[in-house]
């Protein structure tokens, strides 16, 4: 066992105990990853912050049921990924979700552009999707989830899931050849 993972262990048993100076440790140790999750899912910082703490909250109220002979990490990205999806899902009592008509209507584009940008852009490019299709195209694509999966965990149909990852796609497409021809 090396030096970080004893580390983690005995912050993890404090914050089993409660103690607020794992807790603190933990959120400090582990906030960038989260926030980079959740950024991917909500698509701006303050929502993002909101479900961060959320996850963490969910994290320390189970955190007595993390199975310490797994990985810490999985384990944690599994409870802030559902804590996005709690969001989206709150959120999108005020969105429409995409019908499968409208993507059955859309246009066929190129399998994928040749562009210089960088993750962080590209990740910006997908912050910009609709709260629906952010979350459809994340647990596709990013998480590996298949479409009836991805219904479940939404409360949506397959047909509405596979039409959000089709515009998802579209959209992106868009914006990257957008973006590849200004600079181009």
């Given at each position: ?63 007595k049921k ?6 810490f990490k ?111």
């Amino acid at each position: 066992m090396t030096r970080i993972e004893k580390l983690l262990e005995l912050v993890i048993t404090g914050c089993k105990k409660n103690d607020r100076q794992s807790q603190q440790e933990l959120y400090r140790n582990f906030y960038s990853y989260g926030m980079s999750i959740c950024l991917r899912y909500t698509g701006n910082s303050s929502d993002a912050t909101e479900v961060l703490n959320d996850g963490f909250f969910k994290v320390f109220k189970n955190i007595k049921k993390f199975d310490e002979t797994k990985p810490f990490k999985p384990w944690l990205r599994r409870i802030l990924v559902n804590a996005c999806l709690d969001h989206i899902k709150k959120e999108s009592k005020h969105s429409q979700l995409a019908d499968i008509t409208e993507a059955e209507q859309e246009q066929s584009f190129s399998q994928s552009p040749d562009h210089d940008l960088s993750y962080e852009e590209i990740l910006s490019k997908v912050g910009q999707l609709s709260p629906a299709y952010r979350a459809v195209f994340n647990l596709y694509v990013i998480e590996g989830y298949k479409h009836n999966e991805i219904a479940e965990q939404l409360g949506i149909t397959v047909s509405t899931s596979k039409a959000n990852l089709t515009r998802a796609k579209a959209i992106l497409r868009s914006m990257l050849d957008k973006e590849v021809y200004r600079y181009g």
